[in-house]
T-cell receptor
Framework: GAVVSQHPSRVICKSGTSVKIECRSL??????MFWYRQFPKQSLMLMAT?????????EQGVEKDKFLINHASLTLSTLTVTSAHPEDSSFYIC????????????FGQGTRLTVV | QKEVEQNSGPLSVPEGAIASLNCTYS??????FFWYRQYSGKSPELIMS????GDKEDGRFTAQLNKASQYVSLLIRDSQPSDSATYLC????????????FGGGTRLMVKP
């Protein structure tokens, strides 16, 4: 159990377009989902915390109007990178914590975004 | 000062040896500790969690926690080349909801 599915795994888009990434908890309800971004050879950087039915909490330095997060249900959160630029190219990863167990975080497979 | 610190490595060990990975944290009220393994280009995979002082063993992996010293470690016995990856230490504070704070990761290389 505790499977988190992230889609797409890879995406290439043109500068100025928007890209939506989905994160689903397949066999559990997730109280909270987290969005991270990771540059090559660096650790995970938390971008925002997403709670079902409420606005996301963004980390300092992360533009909320550029990285739109929607957490419409206990099993789905989406991250939309708006007006993407080449510097947005990165590995984006979501994680979810179990609504009841709430201790361990389970990660999606990650999305490799390349903006050309 | 970083909240969770790890030596970036690389830590190189021969096949069959014990690999020892270390992590220190600054928040004394931290309650939950996790080790994740991340292969290049992949997302992190949970391998161990530990919540109380002492050792916790799972197969070839042993996690050790010392809250007084604010120190958590991961031992990998009989290291295999397939263990070569980056190991991320993560800490959950009792005051931060479900948010994990990650260390920078230690890159482990197991040489055949």
């Amino acid at each position: 159990g505790a499977v988190v599915s992230q889609h797409p795994s890879r995406v290439i888009c043109k500068s100025g377009t928007s890209v939506k990434i989905e994160c689903r908890s397949l066999d559990f309800q997730a109280t909270t989902m987290f969005w991270y971004r990771q540059f090559p050879k660096q650790s995970l950087m938390l971008m925002a915390t997403s709670n079902e039915g409420s606005k996301a909490t963004y980390e300092q330095g992360v533009e909320k109007d550029k990285f739109l997060i929607n957490h419409a249900s206990l099993t789905l959160s989406t991250l939309t990178v708006t007006s993407a630029h080449p510097e947005d190219s990165s590995f984006y990863i979501c994680s979810a914590t179990h609504r009841i167990r709430g201790t361990e975080a389970f990660f999606g497979q990650g999305t490799r975004l390349t903006v050309v | 000062q970083k909240e969770v610190e790890q030596n970036s490595g690389p830590l190189s060990v021969p096949e069959g040896a014990i690999a020892s990975l270390n992590c220190t944290y600054s928040d004394r009220v931290s309650q939950s500790f996790f080790w994740y393994r991340q292969y290049s280009g992949k997302s992190p995979e949970l391998i161990m969690s530990i919540y109380s002082n002492g050792d916790k063993e799972d197969g070839r992996f042993t996690a050790q926690l010392n809250k007084a010293s604010q120190y958590v470690s991961l031992l990998i016995r009989d290291s295999q080349p397939s263990d070569s990856a980056t190991y991320l230490c993560a800490v959950k504070s009792g005051n931060a909801g479900n948010m994990l704070t990650f260390g920078g990761g230690t890159r482990l290389m197991v040489k055949p």
